[in-house]
């Protein structure tokens, strides 16, 4: 490495002598240019000779870029210009020697300021200001491939680099964040906050400092040092102010104007006006100027798309750090207030298409007045939504507007308003679409019809309209017996008794809104096999043995599998909610959330063993409750969710979320080579269900008794939950009485062949003689049912059904005990035949 020459160091100084007129600038950089020219320690780790001359080159470049300030002058804002400055050398030099060069230039920048810091020959408060905060002087400048390409000079100079041009060293945070490189372990860089005032900048520094840590090694760039949060920490102050949107978006880069107000200066400064303000601002600075990193999203069907982050995403999170800061620090202010948007709702990732869409947030309470707006954002709370749900902070819409007229708009806001009391709000927004085709093509029908005189009876929907919303609905989704068109109709009968006595709907209305020969596609639900079952336990026991997270999903599968308790009631339960245990009895009481209940508070008795099951998922989650946010530590079944994750621990923390769940559950059927789609968790509940009552039968237990233990009613549990059974025991059970002794003599046959006879016994069968060949006799009770004369057919099943509901009816409303008697002779009777023609029906023989 050759030294560089006594004449050319001379030649230096008096470029210095010709260029600088403050005496004091040329002494100090005289002397500074001298040392640097002779100790060439900093080209130590170069071999080539010609480093030399590049070192040479940046010793004049120097000279040009600091001699340009004096040094009253120097301060933040002169060295952020001269590194910016030493950036636009390298990017407009053509050849590597000056490219080379200005690595040199940068470094011996740093070390002038640093030079002078050390003994300032004249004190200024910025200088002052810069001694206080040299450690900002060792950052290393921000290298991009994008930047030459993709970003403006001004975006380089102000928003995308270590020295913002003309920045406030007090506005100034540097930002340590781990490194992916291997030469570093962490990377130090500078996050702008303009025009930030003392309470702001704190605020966005809590901000950046609730962001999950990045480790190194795990890619990813740390959140904060992104191009799109440096944008909206660069413009939060400018936000804050009011702009006129069709003028100042071209000067957006000069000071703010038209200030209305100061900048806040604490929480309670910031209200729903600033949050709608701050909005528009960054939706407006999105659309004109653009600076989103992309993200590699890859969809299901392989082919990769481009996800592009948004700043009113990152006002989101900041409004949402800002709801859990007052919650958590207990400050009695709601940013929100007189609206129902919350931290819960800004989470959701619907948000902003319903703000900008004109939703009006509201939390649904039929105890409150039914909202005049026409376009309803629904957020599902915890507490007011199914205790099956742990999917919570959703958004339901109800857009009033699709309804063409305005009258049936408003009667269908006040039956979703009052009728959510009752059911869930998904189940609402179901009725709500098939209402809205309902009146819609009302509105269509009229439009129509207009000119042609139809006599309604004074009702306002007539049978011709009714009949032709029947045709279309089954004419587009196929058969009467389709679900679909069987819940289309169920929810707008129901909403037609809601309006009944306002537009004098008569009675013969509904009967267009049956659907006639309907059947269930199966009865029963999807209990688990044995074989399946045998399976599925032993991978609940490895769950057993694992870890902690493991033990709680086997705790969760077990109490489903074991009680009567639903998936949302187990994962819903509260720390609390065990109220008592019995040794003696070897059982324990607890309470929680029943659906049956309307979502109301209930007491179960548990055995023993249960109680230690969830005593146990108490202590599991007792170190997760202590950082769990206040309404989440009320729950046993918490897990920590990244997608909750600000950086503080107590917002790290939610409930087992279903999908986690079913998830786990759909591992454990591919590790026993179960068709996935085979089963589900609620699957395990049926099962216990079956159990229950299959033995309970056996064992002649009280249908009352078989309810409260399966905490549900018979109907419900064979329509829903239970296997197919075999016909007798099904027949028993729907009947709630014995035919194990019931003899009955008569025949099943052909359809037909019961038309030619004589019908007997209003309907249920025919009598196979010309006159009764047991009149007069002893036996002249249920004389046909029990005469070898009768005979009955596969068509009179719903009869029979029908009998044995009526004769169970009159059972429970008779007090006389023989009359009782004789009900229940005439129902055993009954229910026998049901039976054999519940058994020909599974087999399918026809005769």
């Known amino acids: 490495m050759n030294k560089i020459p006594t004449d050319r160091i001379n030649e230096l100084k008096v470029i210095i002598a010709n260029q600088l007129s403050d005496s004091i600038s040329k002494d100090i950089l005289s002397q500074f240019i001298n040392y640097k020219a002779t100790d060439l320690s900093i080209l130590k780790n170069y071999k080539s000779n010609s480093i030399t001359s590049s070192y040479y080159i940046a010793l004049t470049y120097l000279i040009k870029i600091v001699g340009s300030h004096s040094i009253r002058e120097l301060s933040w804002k002169s060295y952020c210009y001269d590194i910016n400055y030493i950036s636009d050398i390298y990017n407009q030099s053509i050849t590597s020697t000056i490219k080379q060069a200005t690595k040199f230039m940068r470094i011996l920048t740093k070390e002038y300021y640093k030079f002078v810091l050390s003994n300032p020959p004249i004190i200024t408060l910025e200088i002052i200001e810069l001694m206080e905060n040299k450690e900002l002087l060792d950052l290393k400048e921000k290298v991009t491939n994008r930047r030459p390409k993709e970003y403006s000079t001004f975006v380089a100079k102000n928003i995308f680099t270590n020295f913002p041009l003309n920045s406030n060293i007090k506005n100034i945070y540097i930002y340590k964040y781990q490194s992916n490189s291997i030469e570093e372990k962490s990377v130090d860089t500078t996050i702008y906050f303009k025009y930030a005032n003392t309470f702001i900048r704190q605020a966005l520094i809590n901000f950046i400092k609730s962001f999950p840590t990045v480790e190194a090694g795990q890619g990813g760039k740390a959140r904060a040092a992104k191009i799109h949060y440096r944008q909206f920490f660069y413009y939060f102050s400018y936000s804050l102010y009011a702009f006129n949107f069709e003028t100042s978006t071209a000067n957006i880069t000069k000071n703010p104007k038209e200030k209305i107000s100061t900048l806040p200066e604490c929480v309670q400064d910031f209200t729903f006006i600033t949050f709608n303000r701050q909005y528009r601002f960054y939706k407006m600075l999105d659309k004109k100027f653009c600076l989103l990193s992309k993200q590699k999203i890859k969809k299901k069907n392989g082919e990769i798309h481009l996800k592009y982050d948004s700043t009113l995403d990152i006002l989101k999170e900041f409004y949402i750090f800002l709801c859990r800061h007052i919650t958590y620090n207990n400050i009695e202010h709601n940013p929100f207030a007189g609206t129902s948007i919350s931290a819960e709702s800004l989470v959701s990732p619907h948000f902003r298409k319903h703000y900008e869409s004109g939703y009006y947030f509201i939390h649904m309470s039929p105890f409150e007045d039914v909202p005049k707006r026409n376009k309803w954002a629904i957020i599902l709370r915890k507490e007011d939504e199914s205790a099956d749900s742990t999917t919570t902070n959703e958004i339901t819409s109800f857009d009033f507007i699709e309804i063409h007229s305005k009258d049936f708009a408003n009667d269908l806001k006040k039956f979703i308003w009052n009728y959510s009391k009752s059911t869930s709000v998904k189940t609402l927004k179901r009725m709500f679409y098939n209402i809205k085709i309902f009146l819609n093509l009302k509105h269509e029908y009229e439009t129509i019809h207009k000119k042609v005189l139809l ?306 016994e209003e309907g249920l069968g025919a009598c196979k003689q010309i006159e009764c060949i047991k009149f007069p006799s002893e036996d002249k009770i249920f004389r046909c049912l029990k005469c070898d004369s009768f005979v009955t057919c596969a068509s009179r099943l719903p009869l029979f059904k029908r009998n044995i509901i009526n004769l169970k009816q009159k059972i429970e409303n008779t007090i006389n005990e023989e009359e009782q008697n004789f009900y229940i002779s005439e129902l055993k009777l009954n229910t026998a035949f049901y039976s054999e023609l519940l058994e020909l029906s599974e087999k399918g023989v026809k005769r």
């Open 455 to 760: 006599l309604r009876n004074n009702s306002e929907f007539s049978e011709d309209f009714m009949l032709f919303y029947r045709d279309t609905i089954i004419g587009e989704h196929g058969k009467s017996t389709n679900s679909t068109t069987a819940h289309m109709f169920s929810h707008v009968r129901i909403f037609l008794k809601y309006i009944q006595n306002k537009y004098n709907i008569l009675q013969n209305i509904f009967l267009y809104l049956q659907l006639r020969n309907t059947v269930r596609d199966k009865i029963g639900g999807n209990p688990i096999s044995k074989d399946d079952f045998n399976l599925i336990k032993k991978e609940f026991i490895k769950l057993k043995n694992g870890n902690d997270l493991d033990k709680l999903y086997f705790i969760i599968f077990n109490l489903c599998a074991t009680t009567s308790l639903r998936l949302g009631s187990v994962v819903n339960l509260k720390r609390n909610c065990v109220l008592s245990v019995d040794e003696n009895k070897s059982e324990g009481t607890i309470k929680y959330t029943s659906k049956t209940m309307q979502h109301k508070k209930a007491e179960r008795t548990l055995t023993i063993d249960k109680i230690r099951l969830i005593e146990q998922a108490i202590e599991l989650t007792s170190e997760l409750e202590k950082n769990a946010s206040n309404e989440e530590k009320k729950y046993i079944f918490i897990t920590k969710i990244q997608k909750f994750n600000r950086g503080l621990e107590q917002f790290m923390v939610t409930r087992f979320p279903n999908k986690k769940i079913n998830k786990v559950f759909t591992q454990i059927l591919e590790n026993c080579n179960i068709d996935k789609d085979k089963y589900t968790v609620n699957h395990l509940r049926h099962t216990y269900k079956d159990a229950i009552w299959k033995e309970g039968i056996k064992a002649g237990i009280s249908t009352l008794v078989l309810e409260y233990m399966t905490d549900s009613s018979f109907k419900n549990d064979v329509l829903n939950y239970r296997a197919r059974t075999d016909a007798s025991r099904y027949a028993e059970m729907f009947s709630g009485v014995s035919i194990s002794e019931v003899d009955i003599y008569g025949n099943i046959i052909n359809d037909n062949e019961v038309d030619k006879l004589n019908p007997v």
